[in-house]
């Protein structure tokens, strides 16, 4: 019963989350000379409920797309599970907001898990609409970091210096966003027989394997093209041109040409895997940029 419970919230993605949330901040807001909202304390806090809430998250979308389902975990169970997570998510979110003086953000930890909820409601069949909704989520948690961890009493050099690290973590966001759909677009192909039998309403069922194929090559290049033209913008700076062309454009160069030759389910679970390798190498350069700024730039 708990290995059913731990596959249904999706744990693996939870804690990829937090990893990134504490990557993020040791990386762009942490060693930079200037104090900033959160303390890594607080932070751990704000993962709880994140996950905490996210966990609940993918109880609730379970209960609803799974009505006459029958699994080890009962769906009261999942039921009473959900409730209990968002409560103590919740919980966790309004006190650590009280915590660092911003009450007020604790509508985020009371607004978000109603949307989600209403959402997984009213919307239990898997569409391309919730790919990109699920797409959003860990992008999403970035900026609400950045929102909660403000820096504090900076200098006008300070300022200058944490306006480019928002950018280089926007840049961060619109990337893990497009290749996050295009993810989700490749995971629906190689499920197209499964969700057409369960009459689910993905893009490969409603437009077909190779329309679908060319919508996820069409954002694939959007993307790789964008990551591209933040290389050149840092050209004249050798070591960040060559680390985004060396961890970014060439393996988005790469999953692209795999995607074009891509015909047969095997190609796409290929690909897939591929995909986990591009996102240690994005990762890779997170800490990478971040050194660099930090010791040798800043």
Same mark, same amino acid.
């Given at each position: 019963?708990?290995?059913?419970?731990?596959?249904?919230?999706?744990?693996?993605?939870? +804690?990829?989350?937090?990893?990134?949330?504490?990557?993020?901040?040791?990386?762009?807001?942490?060693?930079?000379?200037?104090?900033?909202?959160?303390?890594?304390?607080?932070?751990?806090?704000?993962?709880?409920?994140?996950?905490?809430?996210?966990?609940?998250?993918?109880?609730?979308?379970?209960?609803?797309?799974?009505?006459?389902?029958?699994?080890?975990?009962?769906?009261?169970?999942?039921?009473?599970?959900?409730?209990?997570?968002?409560?103590?998510?919740?919980?966790?979110?309004?006190?650590?907001?009280?915590?660092?003086?911003?009450?007020?953000?604790?509508?985020?930890?009371?607004?978000?898990?109603?949307?989600?909820?209403?959402?997984?409601?009213?919307?239990?069949?898997?569409?391309?609409?919730?790919?990109?909704?699920?797409?959003? +989520?860990?992008?999403?948690?970035?900026?609400?970091? &950045? &929102?909660?961890?403000?820096?504090?009493?900076?200098?006008?050099?300070?300022?200058?210096?944490?306006?480019?690290?928002?950018?280089?973590?926007?840049?961060?966001?619109?990337?893990?966003?497009?290749?996050?759909?295009?993810?989700?677009?490749?995971?629906?192909?190689?499920?197209?027989?499964?969700?057409?039998?369960?009459?689910?309403?993905?893009?490969?069922? +409603?437009?077909?394997?190779?329309?679908?194929?060319?919508?996820?090559?069409?954002?694939?290049?959007?993307?790789?093209?964008?990551?591209?033209?933040?290389?050149?913008?840092?050209?004249?700076?050798?070591?960040?041109?060559?680390?985004?062309?060396?961890?970014?454009?060439?393996?988005?160069?790469?999953?692209?040409?795999?995607?074009?030759?891509?015909?047969?389910?095997?190609?796409?679970?290929?690909?897939?895997?591929?995909?986990?390798?591009?996102?240690?190498?994005?990762?890779?350069?997170?800490?990478?940029?971040?050194?660099?700024?930090?010791?040798?730039?800043?």
């Amino acid at each position: 019963m708990n290995d059913t419970f731990f596959n249904i919230i999706q744990w693996k993605k939870i +804690l990829y989350f937090i990893f990134i949330l504490f990557l993020f901040k040791f990386s762009f807001l942490h060693g930079y000379g200037f104090k900033t909202t959160l303390s890594f304390l607080d932070l751990g806090l704000l993962s709880i409920s994140s996950a905490f809430l996210l966990a609940s998250g993918y109880l609730t979308s379970f209960f609803f797309r799974s009505p006459q389902k029958k699994t080890r975990f009962p769906l009261q169970k999942v039921k009473e599970a959900s409730f209990y997570l968002m409560f103590i998510g919740i919980i966790v979110g309004l006190s650590l907001s009280i915590k660092v003086n911003k009450p007020w953000y604790g509508l985020i930890f009371i607004v978000c898990p109603v949307i989600v909820y209403l959402y997984s409601k009213n919307n239990t069949q898997k569409t391309f609409f919730s790919n990109i909704v699920t797409s959003f +989520l860990k992008p999403f948690a970035l900026l609400t970091l &950045w &929102w909660f961890d403000f820096p504090l009493n900076l200098s006008i050099e300070q300022w200058e210096l944490f306006y480019d690290l928002q950018l280089i973590t926007i840049g961060y966001v619109i990337v893990s966003f497009l290749s996050n759909i295009v993810i989700e677009i490749i995971i629906d192909i190689i499920n197209v027989n499964q969700d057409n039998l369960n009459k689910q309403n993905t893009l490969p069922v +409603l437009l077909g394997r190779k329309r679908a194929k060319n919508i996820a090559l069409m954002l694939s290049i959007i993307g790789c093209f964008f990551v591209f033209s933040i290389a050149i913008a840092f050209i004249k700076n050798k070591f960040i041109f060559s680390t985004i062309m060396l961890l970014g454009t060439i393996p988005e160069l790469y999953f692209i040409y795999r995607l074009m030759i891509a015909s047969e389910t095997k190609d796409y679970q290929i690909l897939h895997k591929i995909s986990y390798l591009n996102f240690f190498f994005a990762l890779l350069s997170v800490p990478t940029i971040a050194y660099y700024i930090k010791y040798v730039i800043n």
